[in-house]
C-alpha cells in the first residue's frame, strides 16, 4: 500500500503525523517513508536514523549550440513555458522555466539545442531499524519541485519490495507537486485543523482528491480548539473522519525539542492507534 498524508494548508500537522504514524508502525513491520515536500523537508528533524546513500537528481535542459544555429527562431515559436528566447544574435535558455519537454531540441532543424542533464535536488536515504527514510531535497534557487518529488517516489518504488508499506509526506496545498505526491497512491490521509481558516482549506483539497478519483478520509489535528465545524462537514459529505489528535501544550513542546509525540505523549499514541485501527477497518492497512 502506498498511503500519502496531505493538506490543504501548510501547519496543520502533515508531518507530525506522517513521522509519528510510520514509526509507530516500523515497531511492527517495516514502512517506508518518503519526504515529497521537497521546497523544505523537515521528517528529518523527528526520525534519526543511519545515513545509507545520496543520489543527486538531474533533470533534461537544452544546451545552446552557437555553431549550428541559423536563428531561425524556431526554438522560441514551440517553447510554450517562455524558456527559451530568441534575442538579437542569440538563444537564450532559462533552466528555471524549462519543462524538460523536448519540443525545441527535436524540432530545431540544425540541431541546434541538443538536452543535456542539470543538477535540480538530491535524494538521501536513512535507515532507523525497520523504518527506511527517503528525503526529497530541491536545490535553493530551483523552482520546479516535481522533477524530484516524480524522482523520489521512483526511488522508493526501485528500492524496496513491493509488499513494503509506503507512507508520503506531500507537499501542502493544491497545486502541482501536491498532484505528483498523491496521483499514484492507494489512499490519501487529509489533515486539517478544527478552525475556518482549516476547513476552508481542507475543502479545496477535498476537490482535488475527488478530481484525481482518491480514496480518502480526513484527520482532525488540534482536537479541542476552534469549533465542530469539521466534524459536520464529514458527517454532510459522507468523509471518513479516521482520527483525532488532541491539542495539547507539551505537543507543541516536544515537536519544538524535535521529538516523536508518539514515544512520550500517551494521549497522542492513544490517537494515532486509533487511526491505524481504522485504516484497517477501512481496509487500507491489513
Known amino acids: 500500500m502506498k498511503i500519502a498524508i496531505a493538506s490543504g494548508k501548510g501547519g496543520t500537522g ?3 503525523l506522517a513521522t509519528n504514524l510510520a514509526h509507530l508502525l516500523s515497531q511492527k513491520f517495516p514502512v ?3 519526504d515529497l515536500d521537497v ?11 543511519e545515513k545509507i546513500q545520496e543520489k543527486k537528481v538531474f533533470r533534461m535542459i537544452p544546451e545552446w549550440d552557437q555553431d549550428k544555429c541559423v536563428l531561425c527562431g524556431n526554438c522560441q515559436r514551440v517553447c510554450k513555458f517562455n524558456a527559451v528566447i530568441k534575442l538579437g544574435e542569440e538563444i537564450l535558455v532559462f533552466n528555471q522555466l524549462c519543462h524538460g519537454c523536448y519540443a525545441c531540441s527535436e524540432l530545431c532543424p540544425q540541431n541546434a539545442l541538443p538536452m543535456t542533464s542539470y543538477e535540480v535536488g538530491k535524494i538521501t536515504e536513512f535507515r532507523q531499524n525497520d523504518l527506511h527514510f527517503l528525503e526529497g531535497r530541491l536545490n535553493v534557487g530551483e523552482e520546479q519541485a516535481v522533477p524530484v518529488i516524480k524522482e523520489t517516489i521512483n526511488f522508493a518504488e526501485k528500492k524496496f519490495a ?5 507512507i508520503f509526506d506531500a507537499p501542502p496545498g493544491t497545486s502541482c507537486p501536491v498532484i505528483e505526491a498523491t496521483k499514484d497512491v492507494d489512499y490519501i490521509i487529509l489533515i486539517t485543523e478544527p478552525t475556518p481558516f482549516g476547513l476552508y482549506d481542507l475543502k479545496l483539497a477535498v476537490e482535488v482528491m475527488r478530481e484525481l478519483k482518491k480514496d ?4 482532525i489535528n488540534r482536537h479541542g480548539i476552534g469549533n465542530n465545524d469539521v466534524i459536520r462537514y464529514c458527517k454532510d459529505e459522507r468523509i471518513p473522519l479516521i482520527g483525532k489528535i ?3 501544550k507539551t505537543a507543541a513542546e516536544t515537536y519544538a ?4 509525540l508518539s514515544e512520550t505523549i500517551p494521549e497522542i499514541r492513544n490517537a494515532l492507534e486509533k487511526i491505524i485501527d481504522n485504516l484497517r477497518t477501512l481496509e487500507v492497512l491489513s
Request: aromatic share 10%; proline share 9%; glycine share 18%.
Open 14 to 16: 502533515k508531518t507530525t
Open 32 to 34: 517506508v517513508l518518503a
Open 39 to 49: 521546497e523544505e523537508p523537515n521528517s528529518g528533524f523527528f526520525i534519526k536514523g
Open 162 to 166: 513491493p509488499g513494503i508499506l509506503r
Open 216 to 219: 480518502f478520509g480526513i484527520v
Open 246 to 248: 488532541p491539542n495539547m
Open 257 to 260: 525539542k524535535g521529538g516523536l
